[in-house]
């Protein structure tokens, strides 16, 4: 029934054309993509609808092409092909890094993916404590060389440095996880760590030193697996609460041990110290006596100097003092000297207004006999002495 035309009531029997017609064998795409996807788009008229279809399928073909004949290996991952059917079937040696890559659909072909980064395996009961992203499984449980068991955290850096040997000789998908590296690490953690006693785990330097051992020891099984361990880190390690108790009061005990050794040593050393101390004093005591006996000694030298210059300089005054006197004598005694005493004896007599002297006698004075007088007082005539 058409648009337009009144309904009559009456149903139309009335055969479609290609009633009694033969299906042809040919597929008309485009009849198929008109029922399956433009029954859900409104009404469009016939030559736009034309023009659309063209696009919209090759883009849909392009997509369909996309999802069956490629496969995108992310950054961190390696691509290991399989091939299903055809001349070289089997594992390609060949591996994929990033980028896409043409793989042909329905099984004929088949890309594996492996991580290319570092991968952490977690052993611990406190999976909260674990980094994220890891792969975790149970602490390993450990026992000591005198018969102590410990359950240690352990956190095992590894990479795949052969994705092929890994795929051919471990497996695909996890089983590098499952089959590799989970089955291989509490043995081998055993086999080093067990050899530690209880107290020697609380050694650093000797944990690390197994640790170190329990690395070599996997990479010797890994590594021609295409698997190489870079760490192995002793992160927590926890003994049964009785054998952690019987630990801690043995550390304590031992602490106290050490603290009384110390403090009997520092009682040595500050003995000594006082020692040495009282040994610098009395030095600098003695040096100090040794300084003032040599300044003594060199102010006796110096005083002992300046007594002995200045005797000589007294003695050399006096020897000038005896030698002017000798002189001034010699110089009395020569000529003129009796009369220099005349006129010193003038002299005394100047301050005289009256001399009394004796007329009679021997020795009497008589003013108007000259030589007489002269005589008397020992005066010489002339230059005569």
């Given at each position: ?31 198929i ?14 030559r736009?609808?034309l ?67 570092i ?19 149970r ?24 994705p ?14 499952d ?51 870079d ?63 040599y ?19 007294d003695?050399?005054?006096?020897l ?66």
């Amino acid at each position: 029934m058409s648009k337009g035309q009144p309904h009559s009531g009456k149903e139309d029997t009335t055969p479609p054309d290609d009633v009694g017609k033969q299906p042809s064998s040919r597929i008309n795409f485009r009849d198929i993509f008109n029922r399956r996807f433009l029954k859900f788009l409104p009404p469009i008229p016939g030559r736009l609808a034309l023009k659309l279809i063209t696009p919209v399928a090759g883009i849909a073909l392009l997509v369909i092409c996309y999802n069956l004949f490629s496969f995108y290996v992310r950054p961190d991952e390696y691509g290991i092909k399989v091939v299903r059917v055809g001349l070289h079937r089997g594992v390609q040696k060949e591996v994929y890094h990033a980028g896409l890559n043409f793989l042909l659909p329905f099984g004929l072909q088949e890309m594996y993916r492996l991580p290319k980064g570092i991968q952490v395996l977690e052993l611990t009961n406190s999976p909260q404590t674990a980094s994220k992203g890891a792969r975790k499984d149970r602490a390993a449980h450990i026992q000591t060389s005198d018969g102590f068991f410990v359950d240690v955290d352990v956190s095992i850096l590894y990479h795949i440095r052969d994705p092929y040997l890994v795929f051919t000789t471990i497996g695909p998908g996890t089983l590098f996880e499952d089959n590799g590296i989970i089955p291989k690490a509490e043995p081998a953690l055993k086999e080093t760590l067990g050899k530690l006693t209880t107290e020697e785990f609380y050694n650093s330097p000797m944990r690390v030193q197994k640790t170190e051992d329990a690395r070599n020891n996997l990479n010797e099984v890994l590594y021609p697996k295409g698997i190489e361990v870079d760490q192995v880190l002793v992160r927590y390690f926890k003994y049964s609460q009785e054998i952690q108790k019987n630990i801690e009061e043995k550390k304590l005990q031992d602490q106290m041990v050490f603290t009384n050794q110390a403090s009997a040593r520092a009682a040595r050393e500050e003995a000594a110290l006082k020692k040495t101390i009282q040994e610098g004093k009395a030095t600098a005591a003695v040096e100090l006596e040794k300084g003032k006996a040599y300044v003594t000694r060199k102010m006796a030298e110096k005083d002992l100097y300046v007594r002995s210059k200045k005797a000589d300089a007294d003695l050399m005054v006096k020897l000038a003092e005896a030698e002017r006197v000798r002189l001034k004598n010699e110089a009395l005694q020569g000529g003129g000297a009796e009369r220099m005493v005349g006129l010193k004896m003038a002299d005394v007599y100047k301050g005289l207004e009256v001399v009394i002297l004796p007329s009679d006698g021997p020795d009497g004075i008589n003013p108007l006999n000259l030589n007489k007088a002269l005589k008397l007082f020992d005066v010489r005539k002339g230059d005569a002495r």
